[in-house]
């Protein structure tokens, strides 16, 4: 009985060492095969959500050293959550961010300066579009974008027919577009909007309409070169494009805020004929309006040619060192490459970031992004010291006139003075 007793105490002790030896040659194994994970962020936009795990796994296949994870919030909390975790190191190691709230996450050091070996200053200005330079700040680029984003002028093609105007003659002028505004708008006995001319919602895409379109084709200048002061209010043009801009629900009354809960619900439901929106809308309208007949045309012009831009763009955070920001200059040298670039604007609507790319015969002559795509050259980008506020001051100063009864002259006055202090403030701290 003792005998097989230490006999199966030896074959025990065999055992655990066998499992220990075993068990170091894995330890060893997995540390020759470590492999570097990304975090990687971005906003709850499905169609963005789901082509990034197709390119994550594209990007993992060819680089099986490197794995991206991909996380997700909702626009709406997605500055609250990069407060909160990236101060505690829980953050993203790539962050995709509006280009708008570039200078606020530099501020805050959560970036930062995209590597000049990899991303040379020279490259960038020479092979991508202009506008890219409004997240250049204290001379660095802290962020690359995959895709630019322009205005332009979405039509119902029935809803022109029906009207007796021409599908394929859509507005080329600020007066054309006035004309063609109040041709298409019905309203019932009672004067109620029953459909709208022209969708006008300064919380979408107006404010950007009327700071980069409206104001600069008129003429005029929103900020100086030097980016530190607003001279919006200098001269007639910055006031005129503002009454332009409220004519459509004021004089004309072919608009509506909130029409049918906002411009682009209003649109797809043939609620409203015209809408100004981003080349971003094509592949919601693809989605969830596909028998919608519509077309795109350049924006409506007069003395300059100018449309607003925006894009998402894409950033290190300021902690990433070492063999990992090596692998997050690797997974941002792809995104930015042609071929994702091109998989972006079949995927998102989103326009390629790069000239070479974008000004390719087959996206150029596309029948609905050609006119976004035409645009690119004399797009512009607002350099915003915070987007959110600006936003919200172009908001308060239609709302003012619209509810408050306030003179367009005065509102105007004052949404420039309130722009101005944010400027004073931003300029004040750097």
Not at 13 to 32: F, H, M, N, Q, R
Not at 81 to 88: D, E, G, I
Not at 101 to 115: A, E, K, T
């Amino acid at each position: 009985m003792l005998k097989n007793w230490r006999a199966l105490l030896y074959l025990c002790l065999v055992a655990l060492i066998l499992a220990a030896c075993s068990d170091s040659e894995e330890g060893t194994e997995e540390e020759e095969g470590d492999v570097i994970t990304l975090e990687y962020w971005q906003y709850a936009f499905d169609a963005k959500v789901d082509l990034m795990d197709e390119l994550i796994e594209e990007f993992e296949s060819e680089n099986p050293g490197i794995k991206v994870e991909q996380t997700n919030f909702p626009y709406d909390q997605y500055n609250e959550q990069v407060a909160v975790q990236v101060p505690a190191g829980n953050g993203p190691d790539i962050i995709n961010l509006f280009y708008g709230w570039v200078p606020m996450y530099v501020d805050s050091g959560y970036l930062q300066p995209l590597p000049q070996d990899a991303f040379p200053h020279e490259e960038i200005e020479d092979e991508f579009f202009p506008l890219v330079e409004a997240t250049k700040l204290d001379g660095e680029y802290w962020t690359i974008p995959t895709a630019v984003r322009t205005l332009a002028l979405l039509y119902n093609k029935d809803l022109f027919e029906e009207a007796g105007l021409d599908p394929d003659s859509p507005p080329e002028t600020w007066d054309e577009l006035e004309e063609y505004a109040l041709e298409l708008t019905k309203s019932d006995d009672s004067g109620r909007l029953e459909q709208s001319g022209l969708a006008w919602e300064p919380a979408q895409q107006g404010h950007h309409w009327l700071r980069d379109g409206l104001t600069i084709q008129n003429g005029g200048q929103v900020l100086s070169d030097d980016r530190r002061e607003v001279v919006w209010g200098e001269g007639d043009a910055g006031l005129e494009a503002f009454k332009y801009w409220l004519s459509f629900p004021t004089d004309l009354n072919t608009s509506e805020v909130g029409f049918f809960t906002d411009d682009v619900t209003a649109f797809m439901t043939e609620k409203a004929a015209m809408n100004i929106d981003g080349s971003f809308r094509i592949g919601t309208l693809q989605k969830d309006a596909p028998d919608l007949n519509y077309g795109v045309a350049p924006m409506p012009g007069k003395d300059e040619k100018s449309t607003g831009a925006s894009f998402w763009t894409n950033g290190i955070t300021a902690d990433v060192e070492g063999e990992k920001l090596d692998a997050a200059v690797k997974f941002l040298e792809f995104l930015t490459s042609k071929e994702v670039m091109e998989k972006w604007l079949d995927g998102t609507g989103e326009l390629p970031a790069r000239e070479d790319v974008a000004m390719q015969d087959k996206f150029t002559e596309d029948e609905i992004y050609g006119p976004f795509i035409e645009s690119l050259p004399f797009a512009n980008a607002h350099f915003f010291v915070d987007e959110t506020k600006e936003r919200d001051l172009v908001i308060d100063a239609a709302d003012r006139v619209l509810l408050e009864g306030m003179s367009p002259e005065e509102s105007f006055e004052i949404l420039v003075e309130e722009t101005q202090a944010l400027f004073n403030e931003y300029w004040s701290e750097r």
